[in-house]
């Protein structure tokens, strides 16, 4: 999971952990581009792959396919 708060993570972080699963909060900024390539890292050094990605983040706007939106966007 990521979030710009780590904080925000925790509770579900723990909650996860203690019914047995696996789970990693990184703190990342969609706007910074290190620590996009930082969660990544993290991902792959504690899991060793990413088997599925959920990108939920954004703002509602102008419709567009994804390969169409620039970083600045």
């Known amino acids: 999971m ?3 708060n780590l904080e925000n993570l925790e509770s579900t972080r723990k909650e996860i952990e203690s019914s047995g699963g696996k789970s990693l909060a990184v703190q ?3 706007t910074d581009e290190a ?3 930082n969660m990544t890292e993290e991902t ?3 899991f060793g792959r990413i088997d599925i990605l959920v990108n939920n983040s954004g703002i509602a706007g102008p419709t567009k396919l994804c ?3 620039t970083r600045e966007e």
């Open 2 to 4: 990521a979030s710009r």
């Open 28 to 30: 990342t900024d969609l």
């Open 35 to 37: 620590t996009v390539r």
């Open 44 to 46: 792959i050094k504690k």
């Open 67 to 69: 390969e169409d939106v």
